[in-house]
């Protein structure tokens, strides 16, 4: 029978050797259910032969994820009636990001990593320490979908959906050039108002390391008219950029992480994401050289 196990979230980082006997715990407690990454990722390579089902070792060097791509639940789970209210909320999902992350790989040529499910159900942009890889409430409404979760269900969602997620992502990555550093671009969106903050500007670009690259794309934008922050509206330097963080240190030799945060409202009008694009091609473009192809 399971036996429970302290999986406490967001009350200190987990040591090595904590996370170690979590990760052995999920694949002995879930041996025989395998990792399904189609059903929780989708891949679209639009690299030359990428959609051809093959990865063809070249091509630009940027990688697009969308973490926060989908508010779907899958089954077995299903959104309780009394968080239907949380459903299209910024809370659920980043409105916008997937359609930009897909138009931008398809335009430049590039990779694009997307969950195909809600962060309510689990936050693949959090370490598995993280008070909010399961979020408790919205706004300071309690989530039923969260509500009382067992250790089980914890490891079945760790397993079922951000294992999957996180192992795909570095299965793309590795089938990039290392001749050219690849650039991972993490794509989220903003709400103009969250609490009671008003956040008043376009884009935000956010870094941990990269600050030179941040700071000159952040010029690029403003040249062409928009409002754009750097390390804005969260801060690349305070771990809001999880996912694409952890793909870059696997291999800081090869790789490294940017976020764009789109401001949601304008996110979804394909008008003004096109503009956005346009922007975002001619200032990698001058920034990575050669790299981009």
């Not at 694009?112 to 408790?136: E, G, M, Q, W, Y």
């Not at 914890?154 to 793309?172: A, D, I, N, S, T």
């Not at 945060?261 to 920034?287: F, I, K």
Request: aromatic residues 10%; hydrophobic residues 40%.
């Amino acid at each position: 029978s399971l036996q429970p196990t302290r999986m406490v979230m967001g009350e200190r980082m987990w040591g090595s050797r904590v996370r170690n006997s979590v990760f052995s715990r999920l694949k002995s407690t879930f041996e025989g259910n395998a990792l399904n990454s189609s059903a929780v990722v989708e891949v679209k390579d639009f690299r030359v032969g990428g959609e051809a089902g093959f990865f063809p070792w070249g091509g630009n060097n940027v990688l697009f994820t969308c973490e926060h791509a989908s508010n779907a639940i899958p089954k077995p789970y299903a959104w309780d009636s009394s968080d239907a209210w949380v459903k299209d909320k910024h809370w659920a999902w980043d409105p916008g990001s997937h359609d930009f992350a897909v138009e931008c790989g398809r335009l430049l040529g590039s990779a694009v990593v997307s969950a195909k499910f809600s962060r309510l159900l689990c936050d693949v942009n959090r370490p598995i320490s993280s008070a909010t890889i399961f979020r408790a409430e919205c706004d300071g409404i309690p989530l039923e979908m969260n509500r009382d979760l067992s250790d089980h269900d914890r490891e079945w969602r760790l397993w079922k959906y951000y294992l999957p997620y996180h192992m795909q992502l570095g299965f793309v990555a590795n089938t990039y050039n290392n001749a050219e550093k690849l650039l991972i671009v993490s794509v989220h969106t903003f709400s103009p108002r969250y609490e009671d903050e008003v956040r008043d500007f376009e884009i935000g670009i956010l870094c941990s390391h990269e600050d030179e690259l941040v700071g000159n794309l952040v010029t690029s934008f403003r040249d062409h008219g928009y409002s754009c922050r750097k390390n804005e509206p969260w801060s690349g330097k305070e771990g809001f950029m999880f996912s694409a963080d952890s793909l870059a240190c696997a291999d800081p030799k090869h790789r490294r992480a940017i976020m764009l945060e789109l401001r949601n409202d304008l996110a979804v009008d394909p008008g003004w994401r096109r503009g956005v694009m346009a922007t975002l091609q001619s200032a990698l473009a001058r920034q990575l050289g050669p790299a981009l192809r």
